[in-house]
């Protein structure tokens, strides 16, 4: 990693208003032992010409399961159906209530395990702040039953029908939404009840009561469930312990199933010589699906065949192309690749020729930066004349005309934005390293990683530091983010230069794509209970 020569100064006020929280993507695995393929991020073309969506969505899947009703896991290749209907959810409400439903039904019918499931959530949620916590659940509201809930598994060994009766799941999230990322940790529970028709091969499906396992299967699960989705990344990684009950035989398992995404930047040269261009950026948009699965306890008829296992669903890259700039003025520059990556994904605007690496960044221009990597929803422009001349001013300095405006507004509206003496935001003064630091570290809403308000950092100018920085600076050390100069120092008080400026915004996207996809899927994925 480059290091970063920064710097910042005076004290400010943060201003927090959190923004409503946008549906997230958690659930795309189901919560079956299961793991689907997953939909990719939007390119940054998809991205400049988004429009609003509607929020009753469809969405289709490949879908691999691990099935152990019969005592042994077994792989089901399925295709997995989400629909989201939340039409009736108002943007900007504080709770309320919309459905989910899952369909599950095979890839092909020839294989060992065939799984039909069809299940409706209710998911009731309610916010707070910047916080909101949503409860699925599948029992009727007035009679307290299972409701929304079918599914049949059919094995060689017969055919398996839920109970709804006597079947439960119960799921609760709770969400975090930081100006970049939306973060959210839930909790599963389930009990799932199964009656057999047993298979004796006279073909008239009635059960004996003294085969395998009698007439009976209980699964019950318990586990935990983490994820985050940003503009660069996503992912989601359940961790859920099952216990079996076949007659007088338990198994008790552990399955991992992870699910990821991420955007990477690549520079490709042509390949033939005689071109107008020597290359461009390529953004490509890679999935990655897998499930691990550990054994503790199983029938003894099974006890020689392995007790782990994974399975991988095979991933999927889309490509965009994007425009590299002329950066030419910069070569040898320590922050050449950085500016022109910044370029080619439209977080730098304007004419490349014209950026001057070594004048101070202002700012404006760093929160106009930090808003478009962050892809931080912008306010919607005055429809009218009269609706230009009454919009609201937060800061006095910063006036509609700007073209930094919608940047620093969205900033205030998404729960960060910086203003200094008297409520301006002093648009046109240098920015310092730590009020850089600052931003950047509560925009990944990754503050509370330093221990303490004001923990000391192992930067030889520590002393240096204002009180109201150091937790963030703290926190960004940490996290990889900046690193010292030849002398130990991070120059806290320092004005940063556009080159400056431009490395710490690309290492914030870097670390989305990387750093924290490894630490959602990977440092869970290998532990094992």
Known sequence: ????????????????????????????????????????????????????????????????????????????????????????????????????????????????????????????????????????????????????????????????????????????????????????????????????????????????????????????????????????????????????????????????????????????????????????????????????????????RFNDNPRSGSITIPTFNTFEQLIAPDTSHLRGHFAESDIAQLFAMEVFTGVPARFRPDQAMTRGQYVMAMARAAKVPLPDPPRNARARNTTSIVFPDVTPDRVEHPYIIAFFNAGLAIGRDRGNFFIDAPITMEEAIVIMVRVLGLTNIAPNPTPVTPFTDNDRISDWARREVYAAYRLGLIAPDDEGRINPLTNISNATGAALVNRMIDYMRHELVTAYTDHITNYIH
Do not use: C
Not at 231 to 239: C, G, N, P, Q
């Open 1 to 300: 990693m480059k290091k970063l020569y920064i710097a910042l100064t005076l004290a400010f006020a943060i201003t927090l208003i959190f923004p409503f929280t946008v549906l997230a993507r958690m659930g795309d695995m189901g919560f079956w032992s299961g793991v689907s393929e997953g939909r990719p991020l939007p390119g940054t073309t998809q991205q400049i010409l988004a429009s609003e969506t509607n929020a009753n969505t469809t969405d289709r899947f490949v879908y691999h399961e691990i099935i152990w009703i019969d005592g042994e896991p077994v792989e089901f290749e399925g295709v997995m159906v989400i629909e989201s209907r939340a039409g009736r959810v108002r943007p900007d409400a504080v709770s309320g209530s919309y459905e989910v439903t899952y369909r599950i039904t095979p890839a092909h019918e020839d294989q060992d395990v065939l799984l039909t499931r069809t299940i409706t959530f209710v998911v009731n949620f309610r916010r707070e702040g910047n916080q909101t916590v949503r409860d699925w659940t599948v029992r009727d509201a007035r009679s307290n039953r299972v409701q929304r809930w079918e599914e049949t598994i059919v094995t060689p060994t017969g055919t398996y029908t839920l109970d709804r009766r006597r079947s439960n799941i119960n799921i609760s999230f709770l969400e975090d939404q930081t100006p970049g990322v939306l973060y959210y940790k839930g909790n599963l529970s389930m009990h799932a009840v199964f009656t057999r028709a047993y298979d004796n091969g006279n073909g008239n499906g009635n059960d004996n009561g003294n085969g395998n396992g009698g007439g009976e299967v209980i699964i019950r699960s318990t586990g935990s469930i983490y994820g985050f989705t940003s503009a660069w990344s996503a992912a989601e990684t359940h961790r859920i312990d099952t216990w079996v009950d076949i007659g007088g035989e338990q198994v008790h398992f552990q399955t991992r199933p992870s699910l990821s995404v991420n955007k990477t930047l690549m520079f490709t040269e042509n390949e033939p010589q005689p071109v107008s261009f020597r290359g461009n950026y390529m953004e490509i948009v890679a999935n990655q699906s897998s499930l691990s699965y550990d054994i503790f306890i199983r029938p003894i």
